[in-house]
């Protein structure tokens, strides 16, 4: 290489240098930013959080507490939307015909507790509370009975009603826990062929849930493995047991039961 090539080209390599130090260090392009979810919760009381206390005063009647697990998600996670209309005592019609508005197809994920109101489990449990262990059989197998005959419909229009407003949305269907703890700490109430029998419906209402949901393409969280040791009649229940000054908040999660039991659940299926 001739002499004025290597000037030439070292004078090059002395501008690059220049240009560089001129405009600082070099950096490696920023990462996309992550879209914010569009998120909501129906469903029942179980998804209102009856029996956490720190309700909001919109929607009164609902009784949507602040400590449920969908508000606890949305604090914790800052959704683009969050629409909250999950409301106590809810059964599959009423979702269908009052809480749908906010899905859309821009809706990310949905999540819902429903199918225990459809059953009758509050008449249930203000049976079982009486004096009379073959009333209380009696109120849980006509339960199941309906579980098995026409929930898996109710739930099944349900299910289509919300793929079809939400197509893309990511839906988390959670499931009941168990009430009793078996054998446990308490000393009077139901006896144990009865929380056993309770118990029982609980799994047969999980299993159709879980089911009809799988068919549609959700995802179904299980309660029950998340309350496991906190039931009533454990040292520290998560749920509520016959409260007779506040009937409503009887045999609902407690605050503790949504931040510590169902909050996990969605956190880990979202």
């Keep these: 290489m001739s002499r004025s090539r290597i000037a030439s080209y070292a004078a090059s390599l002395l501008l690059a240098a220049a240009a560089c130090t001129l405009a600082g260090p070099v950096r490696a392009p920023a990462a996309p930013s992550v879209e914010a979810m569009d998120y909501v919760a129906l469903g029942d009381s179980y998804s209102a959080g009856v ?3 720190s ?3 919109s929607g009164a009647d609902c009784l949507r507490s602040s400590l449920a697990y969908p508000a606890l998600w949305a604090a914790a996670h800052a959704p683009a939307s969050f629409g909250f209309t999950a409301c106590n005592g809810a059964r599959t019609s009423d979702v269908m015909a009052k809480q749908l508005g906010p899905l859309s197809p821009r809706t990310d994920l949905v999540s819902l507790t429903v199918g225990g109101s ?3 489990f509050t008449g249930v449990m203000a049976t079982c509370v009486l004096p009379g262990t073959e009333a209380c059989l009696s109120a849980v197998a006509k339960a199941r009975s309906f579980m098995d005959g026409t929930l898996p419909g109710n739930l099944d229009r ?4 919300i793929r079809s407003k939400a197509p893309d949305a990511h ?3 959670l499931g009941y826990p168990h009430l009793y703890l078996l054998h ?3 000393s009077g109430g139901l006896a144990d062929t009865e929380r056993s029998a309770l118990n029982g419906a609980v799994d047969e209402l999980n299993s159709v849930i879980a ?3 799988a068919d549609h393409g959700f995802t179904f969280a299980d309660a029950r ?5 906190h039931e009533i009649c454990s040292s520290t229940p998560w749920l509520h047991s016959v409260d007779w000054l506040d009937l409503t908040v009887s045999y609902h999660p407690t605050a503790p039961g949504q931040s510590l039991g169902y909050l996990p659940l969605l956190t880990g299926a979202a």
Excluded: H, I, M
């Design 55 to 57: 309700y909001f005063t």
């Design 184 to 186: 446990g700490t308490c």
């Design 118 to 120: 459809d059953s009758g």
């Design 211 to 213: 089911e009809r949901a």
């Design 171 to 173: 839906v988390v269907v």
């Design 225 to 229: 493995t998340s309350f496991a040791g």
């Design 51 to 53: 029996g956490a206390g």
């Design 158 to 161: 349900l299910y289509s009603a």
